[in-house]
């Protein structure tokens, strides 16, 4: 067990509810571009002995699409939820979220008072999350509340910001993870008529189609045009409203990709994530979450050839750990989230080594007001457990 060190003012335990982050706290610290100088060859070594002298004061996360040299450091991996949940039940006072903004922006959500979550670049966004801006879904409930009761519920899909989360909350609807899409989108169906599934237009339609509404019963929302580029009548026709928004990585993935491996070779099962497209997600032999893909492939018979559809990191350590089976990318053309692979060695160090100093650089802090809405949302989700 490593031993815990005084580390200046880390050692201070703030009360809980009164935490605020101090002067020192919020991104000063040493140069971030002195460690682009830092040799390969010792970052693996500092970044350990960092985390040795930091102890049970930091929780590392590493989400499964993050890259190798930094993923292998982490105690907990996952999708964005399960390591929200899991560094809030941990006493430490520092979660360093090695994912995208959006991801610590939700463990800032669920985070115990004292906890701080700091993203080691903040430059690591996401493009789906930033395609649904609350000015725009404003304008977008504006306009369908003009129409009158419409009666639509808000769902959100967890890759979205802390504002969209907060809008949602305040808005009587839920969020979902791509594991729980359906049983949110019939709990939505009990309390309104519609639902508006933000931001994932793919994600929504393959949800509302595997529940049994048809292709013409949704609509897209596209929010550069007034009412989305729908007539009022095709709005009111529409059980689910479908924000136009999507995953750079996810929606790469292409019919013609499924065609190509079953011609190449015979008997090599697909399975995608719901964040592809409708087409590909219809000739998938099956689908399924971050967490779905890796419990069906692990499951499999050993001898069994998969062609995932999804990020290429995922992908890439599920056939290294599993040599007995075949697993290769859907897409012959690497897939990666170009986000996500900001997160470099040197930046785990920085952060790492400004908290051994006192400093605290790149805090993630939803404002009070979003937080309480937000985690309303994530809290009628988790209800539903
Ligand atoms: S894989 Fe797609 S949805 Fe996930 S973080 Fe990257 S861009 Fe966002």
Redesign the pocket.
């Known amino acids: 067990m490593p031993q815990l060190v005084e580390i200046g003012r880390l050692a201070v335990q703030p009360q809980p509810d009164t935490l605020h982050v101090p002067e020192m706290e919020k991104g000063v610290g040493c140069d971030f571009s002195s460690y682009l100088l830092v040799p390969d060859t010792s970052l693996d070594e500092r970044i350990r002995a960092a985390l040795d002298r930091l102890g049970s004061s930091v929780v590392l996360l590493g989400h499964h699409?993050q890259r190798d040299e930094v993923i292998k450091f982490a105690r907990f991996t996952g999708d964005s939820l399960k390591l929200a949940q899991q560094a809030a039940s941990t006493d430490a006072k520092y979660i360093v979220f090695c994912?995208?903004h959006f991801m610590a922006e939700s463990a800032d959500v669920l985070r115990q008072p004292h906890q701080v979550v700091i993203l080691p670049d903040l430059n690591a966004g996401?493009?789906?999350?930033d395609m649904a801006d609350i000015g725009q879904v404003e304008t977008c409930w504006a306009e369908l509340e003009a129409l009158g009761k419409l009666d639509v519920v808000p769902v959100t899909y967890m890759?979205s910001t802390a504002a969209i989360k907060a809008f949602t909350g305040e808005h009587g609807g839920s969020i979902v993870t791509s594991s729980n899409a359906g049983r949110v989108m019939s709990w939505a169906f009990t309390r309104g008529e519609r639902v508006l599934f933000l931001p994932d237009e793919h994600l929504g339609r393959n949800t509302a189609f595997r529940m049994g509404i048809a292709l013409d019963e949704m609509a897209v929302w596209d929010p550069d045009q007034e009412l989305g580029g729908n007539t009022e009548e095709a709005l009111r026709r529409a059980k689910v409203i479908l924000w136009k928004g999507y995953?750079?990585?996810?929606q790469r993935f292409l019919p013609e990709h499924v065609d190509r491996v079953r011609a190449e070779h015979p008997g090599m099962r697909v399975i995608v994530h719901p964040?592809c497209r409708f087409e590909v997600a219809q000739k998938a032999d099956a689908i399924g979450s971050t967490e779905g893909i890796i419990t069906t492939v692990v499951n499999s018979p050993e001898g069994t050839a998969w062609a995932v559809g999804t990020?290429i990191h995922l992908v890439n350590r599920l056939a290294k750990t599993l040599p007995r089976h075949t697993v290769v990318s859907l897409d012959p053309h690497v897939c990666v989230?170009s986000?996500?692979f900001r997160i470099t060695p040197q930046h785990l160090l920085w952060v790492l080594e400004n908290l051994l100093e006192g400093n605290v650089v790149n805090p993630i802090r939803v404002p009070d007001g979003q937080r309480h809405w937000a985690r309303l949302a994530l809290d009628r989700m988790l209800q539903l457990k």
């Not at 995953?247 to 996810?250: E, F, L």
């Open positions: 699409y994912g995208v996401c493009s789906m999350a890759n995953c750079s990585v996810h964040e990020e989230c986000t996500m």
